[in-house]
């Protein structure tokens, strides 16, 4: 059976509501979500999707965020991995020497001037916003702690960003793709316009890849799946009212990127690959809260998407395109009942994805 795991944007809020999903998707099916034959990541998905290819069980990501300690466990680099960061990569600094150029990029404004039926209205914006001062720094450092090598070894990780000149999709990790370091691929696919500083790549600026797609999910077309799945911070089938213009504001983005979700989503049905959406819920919107760069709840956020993506997971139809989901390593899928220092290492671990 072969599986397409494809993680979308979402910011902050997004990443722990990943998080949770993933850590739900594990429990409930038995499946190893390192073990699909293509891990594709965009934004927060980028983050998530890099920590799940290198081997890191959901479940340790949990435990980390929650506070815990492992003794005796370190991270890549071996440093203890008590010290590696748990705010999900929620610490803002601003760049040094970095200035708000405006716009951003003069040569997407022009070309989307040109050809405006080329760009997505998120790229459109991006040309003309100014050009974002924080620093990716501290998204950087989360892979290097995690990642040993410059890439993870998943044979068909993918990390989406965009060219910031052109407004173009590259998936970086796929042949043919410019090749660099997965710490800057993923610090380019998370690298807001107007918010994260631009991502220099052999030369050339890269930006967010949700401004050409929150999801992504249509870059598996021509893989020759039997099942992708797909799980979705930004989009939703259960929204909340709309009680004030920024709320409205919310609901109007997460009804876009449902549409564009259920487009791309038609188009690998139409080659006959099984689809299973997974997307939050009204009560995953309201402990997300508007501001999904924000570094609240987040673990509030981790636990209420266990809960409704689990929901989701024991629906009928969804459960009969699982059930042929091969069974993962015991100690990938759940957190191991026994003593910490009976646990394999994060290296052993990653030792153990083997797609297929």
Not at 15 to 24: D, I, K, V
Not at 40 to 66: D, E, Q
Not at 180 to 194: F, K, N, Q, W
Not at 210 to 225: A, F, T
Request: aromatic share 6%; charged share 20%; with cysteine.
């Amino acid at each position: 059976m072969r599986v397409g795991l494809v993680l979308g944007a979402g910011g902050v809020q997004g990443g722990a509501w990943l998080t949770g999903g993933l850590a739900a998707l594990a429990e409930e099916t038995g499946w190893d979500p390192a073990s699909a034959d293509f891990i594709v990541g965009t934004s927060a998905g980028s983050m998530l999707g890099s920590l799940v290819a290198a081997g890191l069980p959901p479940w340790f990501m949990i435990a980390h965020s929650a506070g815990e300690s492992f003794a005796g466990m370190s991270d890549a680099r071996g440093r203890q991995a008590a010290d590696a960061d748990r705010s999900g990569g929620a610490t803002f600094r601003l760049e040094r020497g970095a200035l708000p150029l405006f716009p951003g990029s003069p040569k997407l404004v022009v070309r989307s001037l040109l050809r405006p039926h080329r760009h997505t209205p998120a790229g459109v914006v991006s040309g003309w916003a100014p050009r974002g001062m924080v620093t990716s720094e501290p998204l950087r450092e989360i892979i290097r702690s995690s990642v040993p090598g410059a890439w993870t070894e998943h044979p068909n990780h993918w990390v989406v960003a965009c060219d910031y000149s052109t407004g173009r999709r590259v998936c970086f990790g796929r042949r043919g793709a410019p090749r660099t370091r997965l710490e800057d691929a993923v610090a380019a696919s998370c690298a807001i316009p107007g918010f994260y500083r631009p991502v220099r790549i052999n030369g050339r600026l890269y930006v967010d890849g949700g401004i050409w797609s929150v999801s992504n999910l249509d870059v598996l077309r021509g893989q020759e799946l039997d099942l992708v799945i797909c799980l979705n911070p930004t989009s939703t089938l259960h929204p909340v009212r709309a009680l004030n213009p920024i709320n409205a504001f919310g609901l109007l983005f997460n009804r876009a990127s449902g549409k564009r979700l259920g487009s791309e989503a038609k188009r690998l049905r139409l080659e006959g690959t099984d689809v299973v959406l997974i997307q939050p819920t009204g009560r995953d919107l309201e402990t997300m809260g508007v501001n999904l760069m924000s570094r609240k709840n987040r673990n509030a956020t981790i636990e209420v998407a266990r809960e409704t993506v689990a929901a989701q997971l024991a629906d009928p139809a969804t459960a009969e395109m699982l059930a042929s989901l091969p069974r993962g390593d015991p100690d990938m899928v759940r957190r191991p009942g026994r003593p910490t220092w009976e646990w394999p290492g994060i290296e052993e671990l990653g030792g153990r994805v083997a797609p297929g």
